[in-house]
């Protein structure tokens, strides 16, 4: 999320924190890098000018709050500054109290996809999404919406007759025991005199509780004309940014979203349906700045259902090779090893090698197969493994010896560390344990 800028970011701080002084003339050094920073991610100029200023104002002309140096005030300052650029934290739990939830935004801001994350997002939070087609200008809108409800397990109405105003009415009277109904709107290539007519339209018949506009994080400053425009038409009263992963422009998205007041309540952080992640930008910005993102990290552990009483086991040092397998498949539910060292405090901010993690994460995809290839008795009894049955594992899961014999060494070291935590570490164990037993390795 946010590569350019989250490293860009990282690296200042570091070397704010790590440098051998800092006064006056080192300040300015890193105002002038800061303000380079953010127009690289598309920020817009008058916003950056502000945060500058503000900044220079806070740590050079006010007096240094007492109990802190300079240097401290400065990275606070400059945290406080980019939480209130980025945008106002929205109330909690806020979308889960709404009944009818209408979203609108231009063609290609991946809308569509979007109310599919947030169908499973409320369904995981015991909610009943039901979702509605309105879009008949495109003609694979309606399917790929009654798709992505298929794969969810949530009920899509499409019109017969291919009419929104109709399937608005239907609908309304066919989902009067879901909790919520999403409707999705039509897109077009730019907001012109008919879109914007039906749009009003729909919004005056459903009369919705949450109008939500998405918005793709590569429009980067422009993203705050096209809030303006949709808000002064219907409304909206919350901004999802779309496709934040791997673009430059993100930033500038979420500070132009945040410039017209409209919350941005919830980043797209990928492709995949369960990459939808509430927008804290308290949160946001401290993983960006390598300080961790710990709340973040143990919502998704929660959310992937993690057995808490796993954690007992690897605490006593007494799990199994099949607990280790659900461990590593339990990693995979909360995210990729890139994502979670971002979350960790401090790991964020290290200068680990380009490609580590993603080697680590296809070595442990090779040791779930090799798990997959041992017998009932192997995976609870590791011990049983000599040479002749390593041969035929590393046969049958299509790997080298050298690779069976580095799992079951990989193992044994996650099985000391844990027993070693358990006996001696308080804090790390309710840590542990909050994470439902589940490490990053």
Same mark, same amino acid.
């Given at each position: ?72 005030h400065v990275l606070k300052t400059i945290y406080d500054e980019l939480v209130s650029l980025l945008g106002e934290k929205p109330a909690e739990g806020d979308i889960l109290t ?177 990459? +939808?992640? @509430? =927008? ?6 401290? $993983? !960006? #700045? &390598?300080? *961790? ?114 799992? +079951?060494? @990989? =193992? ?6 844990? $027993? !070693? #935590? &358990?006996? *001696? ?17």
């Amino acid at each position: 999320m946010l590569d350019n800028l989250g490293k860009n970011l990282g690296e200042l701080i570091r070397n704010l924190i790590t440098g051998t002084s800092v006064d006056k003339e080192a300040v300015e050094g890193v105002l002038q890098d800061l303000r380079k920073i953010l127009l690289q991610s598309d920020v817009d100029i008058d916003l950056i000018d502000k945060l500058v200023a503000d900044i220079r104002k806070k740590c050079l002309q006010e007096k240094t709050p007492a109990g802190l140096t300079l240097r401290e005030h400065v990275l606070k300052t400059i945290y406080d500054e980019l939480v209130s650029l980025l945008g106002e934290k929205p109330a909690e739990g806020d979308i889960l109290t709404r009944k009818r939830i209408m979203f609108v935004g231009l063609f290609g801001s991946g809308k569509t996809t979007t109310i599919a994350k947030l169908a499973r997002y409320l369904k995981k939070r015991g909610k009943t999404p039901a979702l509605v087609a309105l879009d008949y200008h495109r003609p694979a809108a309606p399917q790929q919406l009654q798709q992505l409800g298929e794969q969810l397990g949530v009920p899509v109405h499409v019109s017969e007759q291919k009419d929104p105003y109709a399937a608005v009415r239907e609908a309304t009277e066919k989902f009067t025991k879901n909790d919520v109904i999403i409707f999705d709107t039509a897109g077009r290539n730019a907001l012109d005199a008919d879109l914007a007519a039906e749009l009003k339209k729909l919004g005056d018949m459903i009369k919705p509780d949450e109008v939500i506009l998405a918005i793709p994080a590569d429009l980067g400053k422009i993203a705050r004309r096209q809030a303006d425009e949709f808000n002064k038409l219907v409304g909206i009263t919350g901004v999802i940014v779309t496709k934040m992963d791997g673009t430059a422009k993100a930033g500038g998205a979420l500070a132009a979203a945040a410039a017209t007041g409209a919350k941005v309540k919830f980043i797209g952080t990928g492709e995949k349906l369960d990459e +939808l992640d @509430q =927008y804290d930008p308290t949160r946001f910005v401290s $993983r !960006m #700045l &390598g300080l *961790g993102d710990m709340q973040t990290l143990l919502d998704k552990a929660k959310e992937a259902e993690l057995r808490p009483e796993l954690a007992e086991k690897m605490l006593e040092g007494k799990f199994t090779l099949d607990d280790f397998f659900e461990q590593i498949e339990s990693v995979g539910k909360i995210g990729s090893l890139d994502k979670i060292a971002g979350m960790l405090p401090g790991l964020g901010a290290l200068k680990l090698p380009q490609d580590a993690l993603a080697k680590q994460e296809q070595q442990l995809k090779k040791y779930k197969t090799i798990i997959q290839s041992l017998t009932k008795e192997e995976r609870t009894t590791p011990s049983l493994l000599n040479s002749v049955r390593v041969k035929r594992v590393a046969k049958g899961a299509g790997v080298a010896e050298s690779d069976v014999r580095e799992m +079951l060494k @990989q =193992y044994e070291q996650i099985k000391k560390l844990t $027993r !070693m #935590l &358990g006996r *001696g570490n308080k804090d790390m164990m309710k840590m542990i344990k909050q994470l439902g037993g589940k490490m990053p390795f």
